[in-house]
């Protein structure tokens, strides 16, 4: 089979279509960037070319309310600033590692009712000039691109309200938090709506909403059902009108809500943490004429180079029959994987993700 542009990988794997090969890409974090320029990649090289990985272009506006931004302490080894939507938080610089949320703003209703007059969508939102710039080139290249949409329990928890507070108001709040959810993802369509209409074409969204950890979920299907999913589900419809795909990010053990995904037509799904609890192998057989699989290969497993040669060669020919796979790690690629482990992996999913 010819060579294909990532766009045609990607929009064949969606289609549960077979193609030269499954699209191959992933997520390191910073250190591990920095880890692979100490051995030799170059600074003023993207990993993605560097390894030939498959070209991948997001599209982000601003649905923030759009707090001051101000850094409070700045040493070697972290920051701690405040950010739009009203955060303070610790960034570590050479450790790979999510923030540390130390405050936040919204706190309850009435600080919410404040913050949400400040999410108005104006057109200063969306960076047109970086899509001035960029487009052109997305599209001579046969980028894949996709709209980040950023809205739902896991941003409004740790980006803008705090876990245990959100949490306890799903119980006995839930009218504010699910505004929430659904001011942002108003404001993520109003200012999808301009990027549209100004002739910017995506071919998905996608949006990161974290609603499990190791083995267990953050509430139960009932809760998903009631106060979560109908704003998932809004976000879709968008999408399909839109003839684009929806893809969701979501860490953890999400097992109990697969079937919930299916039914409200959710088409792919990110990044099956096998950590945590979810095995790709067995969401293929039950979903994978149905839903896009992206991800499952053991991140823990990274820096041991026969131990993931391993199992890549056990699971990615089951994932990748009939299309519908995308080639990644379970989450982002740790600082333990040195360059040459993962050029190695990279050119093993290649190869094992091949068609013939």
Known sequence: MAAMTSRERFRRMFAHQEADRVPVIDGPWGATIERWQREGMPKEVSFVDFFGLDKVAGIG????????????????????Y???????????KHAASTPE???????????????????????DRVNWEHLRKNYPVWQKEGYW??????????????WFVGTERVLM????DPEWVVDIFNHML????????????EGYRFDAIRWPDDMGYKGHQFFSPKMYRELVKPVHRRAIEWAHAKGIKAALHSCGDVNPFLPEFIEMGLDGLNPLEVKAGMDPVAIKKAYGD???LHGGINAVLWDDLAAITAEMRRVVPILKRGGGYIFSS????PSSVSLENFRAITALAKELGAYA
């Open 101 to 123: 949320f130390l405050a936040h703003t919204v706190v309850d209703a009435d600080s919410w009712r404040k913050a949400k007059e400040r999410m108005t969508p104006t057109r």
């Open 169 to 172: 108001a799903l119980a006995t």
């Open 61 to 80: 506006v601003d649905n923030s309310p759009r707090f001051p931004h101000k850094v409070i302490e700045e040493t070697d080894e972290y920051s701690v």
């Open 186 to 197: 108003d404001l993520d369509i109003a200012l999808f709506e301009m990027v549209w209409d």
């Open 290 to 292: 149905k839903l896009l």
């Open 145 to 158: 691109i996709e709209a980040g949409f950023w809205f739902g329990f896991d941003v409004a928890h740790s």
């Open 330 to 333: 379970d989450h982002s690629v």
């Open 82 to 92: 405040t950010t739009g939507w009203g955060a303070t938080q610790r960034t570590w």
